[in-house]
């Protein structure tokens, strides 16, 4: 017998679904909503539909972007479309976009190279790449993909894949990160930031 | 400038709002939803609207229930209906029920006697139930709070408010949980073990 009402329980099975959400925890939040005016409730079941529907991929970057037509970094006149970003994910762009340093355009994969998890280049957004790269017009790649196994692995194919193209292929500096110490930094990044050491 | 497409940002923001969701938490959650299927989403949006709007409180022993009504609880001929088990939380409900060992009724408070929250007597579901002791048809009020300095507090309370009902107020049990160890075992557990031991 369950004890909880159905339409509860029902929101209960709903939270447990999330990724790192247990049954106690699906159980708090559906409590916490349940004790929100109707209003707020509402407002994030709306938030739910609106995100699934509104939202698309660039035709261009296939980052997320809302409506049709390209992203607004893609439609911006200020970008320079010679310089390609690739990142894995959405949120790297977000992360990029922070720094306020990077003027060029993206190119969101939509995940990396894992033969542990069957994803292969074609699950990817390879082809998307290639067909930006046909007319000549971009000069450098930069792979700014994360430094681990899998991200790796995907720089490397797509610089294979992307050089024939005659365009430059960057990858992001490896080293100690700022406002670090370099007692916690792990060996593998003290020797990137050694190999990879600038005049002053 | 927000690099997230409005209708995702909003998705973000309302997970974060959530308690224990932080900010990056939401955004792992959001693009979770925003990956499954159209349905999935839909569901979720609809499990909470319905929980919103088909959960209310039991008019008899404010346990949250489907429907206009008593409870299941409440409402079944089987239930010893002159035996209250007095609950801060619906949760407790669910895990008296787990027990399978009680056959009275419930009567949930929705919280307890905080001071520091302030959170009084009139916060709670307390007039509700010594409206249920009215009548004389309750022998027994279980006293099931947690054993914590609220839950003592909002115990010790409710009691001196019931007894004038001529009703035998009790308390849950204190002692080392089965098959806990010994060892492990905390003074405050260890002392009121030792006060409650009973003849073997």
Redesign the interface.
């Known amino acids: 017998?369950d004890?909880?009402?159905?339409?509860?329980e029902?929101?209960v099975?709903?939270f447990a679904?999330?990724?790192?959400?247990g049954r106690k925890?699906a159980?708090?939040?559906?409590?916490?909503?349940?004790n929100q005016p109707?209003q707020?409730?509402?407002?994030?079941?709306?938030?739910?539909?609106?995100?699934?529907?509104?939202?698309s991929c660039c035709p261009v970057c296939q980052n997320?972007?809302?409506g049709e037509g390209p992203?607004p970094?893609c439609a911006s006149p200020r970008r320079d479309r010679g310089l390609i970003c690739v990142v894995a994910d959405?949120?790297d762009?977000?992360a990029m976009?922070?720094a306020r340093e990077y003027q060029g355009v993206y190119h969101v994969l939509h995940g990396v190279i894992s033969p542990m998890s069957h994803v292969g280049p074609d699950d990817l957004r390879v082809t998307q790449l290639t067909q930006r790269l046909a007319d000549g017009q971009v000069r450098e790649v930069i792979m700014a993909t994360n430094p681990d196994t899998e991200g790796e692995t995907t720089a490397m194919y797509l610089s294979r894949l992307v050089k024939p193209f005659g365009v430059k292929v960057t990858r992001l500096a490896y080293g100690i990160p700022v406002g670090s110490h370099l007692e916690f930094a792990d060996e593998a990044t003290l020797t990137r930031a050694l190999e990879g050491r600038r005049e002053m």
């Open positions: 017998m004890y909880f009402p159905p339409a509860l029902r929101l099975e709903q679904k999330l990724p790192g959400v925890s159980q708090r939040l559906a409590f916490y909503l349940l109707d707020a409730a509402q407002e994030f079941a709306d938030a739910i539909v609106q995100a699934k529907a509104g939202i997320l972007t809302q992203c970094i959405p949120k762009v977000v976009e922070r």
